[in-house]
């Protein structure tokens, strides 16, 4: 047609329309009439429906027809593969089929030189490759030319075959799938079992977390994509994965942090019911780490309970997305229970809907992993109602006071080099280089970058420190300054171990650039003896404390004096000498009323350590005094919710629990609950553990209703802060049965026993004193149900441990064996009554701590011997 | 289980292309190329597997190709009504578009490096006078298509897609009284331009 006008084409087509559906002979008067003087659109017409009436050929047979012959003069990659057997690519001879993936076969072939086999990547397209496909075949083979881990397979060499095949090579995999690999396993409900899935599940982390630090995300993680091999002869290298096809993995430029996906990112490719939610619902910007961190937790998810967290099978496709996007995945406790507490709460983070509440790196999810394997407090939140709440107070505040700590850092840093001209311009430098390096840390946390506001205080510090350790190397003080900083802030969040190295590096830069009697240097010895006693290295931790002192005592700052010398004291105390603790408070004390008075916080900080001193020295009332003075002060000084005044009050408490003042006790346990609920909220494990002193003191004066509201509240705020795979909640249980027994509820109490047993018989070491204690109690609720042969049995196992545990002769096997003596004479054999009553005898007559027993005992005996019945009957 | 695999590996990959097609509907323009880029690769491999598998005779069913890219993504049992009729659409672009690349490819490969060694044959002839047919055909479907979108629609659906006069008229939603005129004009359209300017209606 002459026109590309479409209005023109309208007309000439509404004409044509119309002739047409005319018989021939009619339609040349009606063109007339149609087309009047436009003679152009008159001719087009004409030929437009002589056209019509000629036989075509091409059109009129449909595509099939006509384009076999085109479509079969390309090089077959779906066909017989024998075609390519045999064939040379490359340096390569192909020996067979190995398998597909999304867009190549693969197929083993041989290279003579070297002398290797490889898996040879060819595109499956062959010569007809679409540009996306060849770019997205190469982009898979950059990502791994990136990559060198040996949990990805290495790439050996690429390119193309004189006819137009692509290809690559690598590493010859020898392995089964991780899918195959499960299949071959036992069922994962032995905690065996569980641990050797868990290191499979490791070593993937490893493998693509190397990945995430090379900025390639692979964004396609399955089972059928991960080779587990043979276990090697080194049982102690661990189990060896290889991660395969990063064939829709994305590379991205810079650093992990900042690792996202382009725009034109593959929206609907992976395989659903591993992909993220953003991945899922086609959120293509928002694909970031995140989303393998999320897969990572679907197969770590199906490892473990064998099923996947949200199944959509036989679900039509809008639900399917939806129900990723939107369903909470079964619990996995709920599957096994050996998964209650951390392992759910680690799996579940990771399975967040939301990436900013998922773990954000890799290294985060596998390191919590391990911690839990090791049994040490995870660092990841669980994502319950009452964490969400609380997560943002929390987030805030770790910033902050990271800020504050980092700020101060710099402060000091800057202060000490302010003398004279040169060093002030110095110092101004290193003002401004510590000022950028601070803002590149809290970029990470800025909640409008990539990686959202969930970073947690660990990803910050590691992530600082990296930067310390690059950015500052001709800054030794600034550098020495705020490594004692980051050692300090890993010592708050209880990563003791990753804060040691850090302190010791800053107090030998300190050590090396600054003055000997220098003050940073003090206080870097002070703060290293803090984390080496918590580390229990008391020598260590003691030499350091004396060098603080032996600088701080030439410098006469009596603060600092007496805060050394109460670092010695305490040492004291961890190793008992109390005398010696005793008078390292009393010196410290002497000097702070010196300096800051009688009645200040500080004296009353040394005051409370001197009190616990003499309590132990069996000085109970000058000790209670020393306590009361405490706290009157720290009343009068401190705000009415700090947690210094919490501690006094139920160390007080305590102090008068046991000296059988239950009243006082309670009425300050009371006060310092309130306290302690003021400043950290209701749901906070000290606010457990004083519930647990106030309903054991209610217990102790027969309220057994009120220490049983108690001792439920404490069990709450167990569950949710370690779930109920854990002793501290079965602790907790316990105690709520020893309250239901003490209110005559047999069977909710022995009900309640029971389900502690089972937890503390899972979650102890099998010879645990906690465990005895349980049964003790399992057996005078049995005893008092009347249920003599299981009161027996629980206290004959409690008798066995406890004599290996605490000898034969201890308190403790004096009270099972009593007990025993109860049970016995209540079951009518008063021979074997009697042969327990006289061993507790000899047992409390060996003692002097036990000697007020004594009397209880023979007028039990003489009990027996006389027919009565026994007390508890 | 490699057969099983196989078959859950299809069953997200026909999620993808649902999910695209869904996105389309709503305007989504990024999500139809990805739709259309999934689907190609379907169509592309149907293609070749169903021309490896009968060797030697050398007849593509078009018609067959598509139907059976449908029936894969059918199995999985969550196409709804609006998702067929957008997918005949989209499918049969993309056997327009594999038939066009590898016109294209062909070409190249005879211009490019190493041509010399490629033995001509009888069966090449074939293959040369099919590469003009197709580029002159997608040529003057694209100038139909800036002309009146829906005539080129319909030539897609007819032709490369050999969907039924029915199943045409279903997929644009018209009657298929206006399919079978709309074909008549495009393909009286299409004949004059591969015919050539020297048949043309110019005085």
């Known amino acids: 047609m002459s026109t590309d006008d479409p209005a023109r084409w309208r007309r000439l087509d509404a004409v044509l329309d119309e002739l047409l559906a005319l018989p021939p002979h009619a339609r040349t008067g009606r063109l007339d009439e149609l087309a009047g003087n436009d003679r152009e659109l008159r001719a087009e017409v004409e030929a ?481 003896a803090g984390l080496l006693r918590r580390l229990r290295e008391l020598d260590a931790a003691r030499e350091h404390y004396r060098a603080a002192l032996a600088i701080r005592e030439k410098a006469r700052n009596p603060d600092d004096l007496a805060v050394s010398l109460t670092g010695l004291a305490n040492l004291e105390v961890d190793e008992s000498r109390f005398a010696e603790a005793s008078d390292l408070y009393r010196r410290a004390m002497a000097i702070t009323a010196e300096s800051a008075g009688g009645d200040s916080p500080r004296y009353a900080a040394h005051l409370s350590g001197l009190a616990l001193a003499q309590w132990r020295l069996g000085e109970a009332d000058s000790a209670r005094a020393m306590l009361e003075r405490v706290v009157a002060i720290q009343r009068r000084t401190l705000a009415p919710d700090d947690l210094d005044l919490a501690w006094s009050l139920s160390t007080l408490g305590s102090f008068y629990a046991d000296g059988e003042q239950t009243a006082r006790a309670r009425e300050l346990g009371e006060e310092a609950l309130a306290v302690q609920e003021r400043a950290l909220g209701p749901d906070h494990t000290d606010v457990a553990e004083t519930l647990d002193m106030l309903g054991n003191l209610n217990h102790k004066e027969g309220h057994f209703e009120r220490a049983l509201a108690l001792h439920r509240r404490e069990a709450r705020i167990w569950e949710k802060a370690v779930g109920t795979e854990h002793p501290y909640y079965g602790m907790a249980l316990d105690n709520c049965a020893k309250d239901l027994s003490g209110a005559g509820r047999w069977a909710e109490a022995i009900a309640d026993a029971v389900r502690a047993r089972d937890i503390l018989a899972r979650t102890l070491p099998a010879e645990h004193r906690a465990l005895t204690y349980n049964q003790v109690n399992l057996a005078v609720m049995f005893r008092g149900a009347g249920e003599l042969g299981h009161a027996r049995t629980q206290l004959e196992a409690a008798l066995a441990v406890r004599s290996r545990l605490y000898g034969d002769d201890s308190l403790e096997v004096l009270e099972v064996v009593i007990e025993l003596g109860r049970v016995s004479a209540l079951q009518g054999r008063r021979d074997e009554a009697r042969g327990h009553y006289e061993r507790a005898l000899a047992i409390a007559g060996s003692r002097e701590d036990a000697a007020g027993e004594m009397g209880a005992i023979r007028s039990e005996l003489a009990g027996v011997t006389a027919g009565r019945p026994a007390p508890g009957s | ?130 590469t003009r047919d197709i580029i002159a055909l997608d040529a003057a479907l694209t100038r139909l298509a800036a002309l009146d979108d829906q005539l080129a629609r319909i030539v897609e659906l007819r032709y490369f897609g050999g969907l039924t006069i029915e199943e045409t008229a279903q997929a644009v939603g018209v009657s298929d009284a206006t399919v079978k005129r709309a074909w008549r004009r495009a393909r009286a359209f299409l004949h004059h331009e591969l015919a050539g300017p020297s048949l043309g209606g110019e005085p």
């Not at chain 1, 036989?314 to 599957?335: N, T």
């Open chain 2, 1 to 130: 289980m490699a057969a099983a695999e196989a078959l859950r590996d299809e069953a997200a990959r026909t999620h993808h292309v649902t999910l695209a097609l869904h996105a389309a509907r709503d305007g989504d323009p990024a999500a139809l190329n990805e739709a259309f880029r999934l689907v190609y690769e379907d169509v592309s491999a149907i293609a070749r597997r169903r021309v490896a598998r009968h060797g030697g005779n050398r007849t593509l069913d078009t018609t067959a190709v598509v139907h059976e890219a449908y029936l894969k993504m059918a199995r999985h049992g969550e196409m709804v009504w609006q998702d067929r009729q957008h997918f005949f659409a989209v499918a049969s672009a993309a056997m327009r578009q594999v038939l066009l690349d590898h016109a294209r490819r062909r070409q190249s490969l005879k211009r490019g490096a190493g041509a010399a060694h490629v033995p001509y044959t009888e069966a090449d002839s074939a293959v040369d006078s099919q």
């Open chain 1, 48 to 528: 437009l429906l002589h056209c019509d009436e000629t036989d075509d050929g091409l059109l009129d047979h449909p595509a099939s027809d006509h384009f076999g012959a085109l479509l079969a003069a390309s090089p077959q990659l779906d066909g017989p593969d024998t075609e390519l057997t045999g064939r040379e690519v490359g340096p390569f001879r192909i020996l067979g089929r190995l398998g597909e993936g999304g867009m190549g076969v693969v197929f083993e072939a041989r290279q003579s030189h070297p002398p290797r086999t490889v898996a040879l990547k060819v595109l499956r397209a062959g010569v007809f490759a679409g540009t996306q496909q060849l770019r997205m075949f190469r982009r898979e083979a950059e990502s791994l030319g990136r990559l060198n881990h040996p949990g990805i397979a290495a790439i050996h060499d690429a390119g193309r075959t004189g006819d137009g095949l692509h290809w690559f090579a690598m590493e010859r995999v020898h392995g089964e799938s991780l899918d195959a690999w499960l299949r071959g396993r036992p069922a994962p409900d032995t905690r065996a079992e569980i641990a050797a899935r868990t290191a499979v599940c490791l070593a993937v982390c490893d493998a693509i977390s190397h990945a995430h630090q090379r900025g390639v995300v692979h964004l396609d993680l399955k089972p059928s994509n991960i080779m587990v091999l043979p276990p090697s002869g080194d049982a102690a290298a661990g189990p060896a994965v290889k991660v395969l096809d990063f064939g829709i993995a994305r590379i991205t430029g810079g650093d992990a942090a900042q690792t996202t996906v382009g725009h034109e990112g593959r929206a609907f490719a992976g395989t659903l019911a591993y992909m993220s939610p953003e991945q899922a619902g086609g959120d293509v910007r928002d694909l970031d780490v995140r989303s393998d961190i999320y897969s990572l937790g679907v197969l770590y998810y199906e490892m473990l309970t064998g099923r996947l967290p949200v199944e959509t099978g036989g679900a039509a496709l809008p639900e399917a997305v939806r129900l990723i996007r939107e369903q909470a995945p079964a619990r996995p406790a709920d599957l096994c229970r050996l998964l209650r507490g951390d392992p759910e709460t680690i799996i579940l983070k990771a399975l967040t809907k939301d990436p900013a509440q998922r773990y954000q790196s890799v290294a985060a999810f596998a390191e919590d992993i391990r911690r839990s394997r090791d049994n040490l407090p995870i660092l990841g939140r669980p994502p319950s109602t009452a964490y969400q709440l609380r997560k943002i107070v929390v987030r805030h505040r770790v910033a902050i006071a990271f800020a504050g700590v980092l700020l101060a850092g710099l402060v000091a840093a800057i202060g000490g080099t302010t003398f004279g001209l040169v060093r002030a311009r110095r110092a101004e430098a290193a003002a401004e280089r510590t000022a950028v390096f601070l803002e590149s840390v809290f970029r990470v946390a800025d909640p409008s970058e990539s990686r959202g506001g969930a970073v947690t205080a660990r990803e910050l510090l590691d992530h600082a420190v990296a930067d310390i350790d690059s950015q500052l190397v001709d800054q030794p003080q600034v550098r020495g300054r705020l490594l004692a900083s980051m050692g300090n802030a890993y010592r708050q969040l209880g990563l003791y171990r990753e804060s040691r190295p850090l302190l010791e590096q800053a107090l030998a830069l300190e050590r090396a650039t600054l003055d000997a009697d220098d003050p940073r240097i003090a206080r870097s010895h002070y703060v290293l």
